[in-house]
């Protein structure tokens, strides 16, 4: 498996942004944003990071990360945080800050086992006027969000 920048056409990779957000209306905001890191095993990419600038000095967002479903679990996320870390680390950044669906446990806790700490909830945040309609995650409905951010 490979870890490289992707400079390529980005729609071509929506499929990869669909398996982390249920939301086209949500991807089509950010997918343009920041850049695009993709896990490669043989001809196939098999995961995706998005790395988005946040404004704030010192501080970059993992927006999207996504590994298809028979590779979860085999390192493939692991590696691509790693890699952006250290991308976000060579510009000068000092924190990566990352969020996810509270019901969403098993995202939980891949990115603490990543190093990523708990930061904040910010309730009601996905809802139907956001493109996400009745979406239930293992028994518990997608409502609120969790940020996490880890020190680099």
Request: hydrophobic fraction near 40%; aromatic fraction near 6%.
């Amino acid at each position: 498996m490979r870890i490289r920048f992707y400079d390529g056409d980005r729609e071509s990779l929506r499929h990869l942004f669909r398996e982390a957000d249920h939301s086209d209306e949500a991807i089509d905001g950010y997918m343009p944003k920041g850049e695009v890191l993709v896990a490669d095993d043989g001809a196939e990419m098999v995961g995706q990071l998005l790395l988005i600038p946040t404004g704030e000095a010192g501080v970059e967002e993992v927006k999207s990360l996504a590994v298809l479903e028979p590779r979860r679990g085999t390192g493939v996320g692991r590696a691509l945080v790693e890699h952006a870390a250290e991308r976000a680390r060579g510009r000068g950044a000092s924190r990566l800050l990352v969020s996810t669906a509270a019901a969403d446990t098993d995202n939980l806790r891949f990115y603490q086992r990543t190093g990523f700490r708990m930061l904040r909830v910010d309730r009601d945040v996905f809802g139907p006027d956001q493109g996400y309609d009745g979406i239930v995650i293992d028994g518990i409905p997608l409502r609120d969000q969790v940020w996490l951010d880890r020190e680099l």
